[in-house]
């Protein structure tokens, strides 16, 4: 079991699979020490097998907080992606850069605090020195599947050897 993962277990954290890609792309991509996670959302496996939005719609249409929750799924499931990527979590050396695309009703202005659902988790998982990252919030009027936030990520990871 990597550090990462027992962190995860102190945490009550059990890592899902990867969400399934629902177009023709990778989970991510990894080139030399960095690795590019694609776009996800926070969905979660239901009882069917099947990938389903626990959260559905538009900031300011529903809560804050859930929002943020939906944010803090998102990472997790970034985390399963980067296991697919990487292979071994201890070769995740840092979160470099966030970019969230928050669904949001016109005039709705805490996309920062939605982010922070995703932001929080990773300190929280990593520490302030791995975990705090550079990002952008962004303000969008739809997402798949009524998704309320969608991030894409990049990573540093310790090189693989050969």
């Given at each position: 079991m990597s550090?990462?993962?027992?962190?995860?277990?102190?945490?009550?954290?059990e890592?899902?699979?990867?969400?399934?890609?629902?177009?023709n792309y990778l989970c991510g991509v990894e080139v030399g020490d960095i690795a590019y996670i694609s776009g996800t959302?926070?969905?979660k496996v239901g009882e069917d097998g099947e990938d389903y939005n626990p959260?559905?719609?538009q900031a300011g249409e529903i809560s804050v907080e859930d929002a943020y929750q939906s944010a803090r799924l998102t990472a997790i499931n970034h985390l399963s992606m980067i296991k697919h990527v990487i292979g071994d979590l201890d070769r995740l050396v840092r979160v470099v850069k966030m970019i969230g695309y928050i669904n949001a009703k016109p005039g709705?202005?805490?996309a920062p605090q939605i982010l922070n659902g995703a932001s929080d988790f990773w300190v929280e998982?990593?520490?302030?020195?791995?975990?705090?990252h550079a990002r952008a919030a962004l303000y969008q009027d739809q997402l798949t599947i009524d998704a309320p936030i969608e991030i894409e990520?990049?990573?540093?990871?310790t090189p693989r050897e050969g």
């Open positions: 550090k990462i993962e027992a962190r995860l277990a102190e945490m009550g954290i890592l899902p699979r990867p969400p399934k890609p629902v177009a959302v926070g969905t959260y559905p719609g709705f202005k805490d998982l990593l520490g302030e020195e791995k975990g705090t990520m990049t990573v540093q990871v």
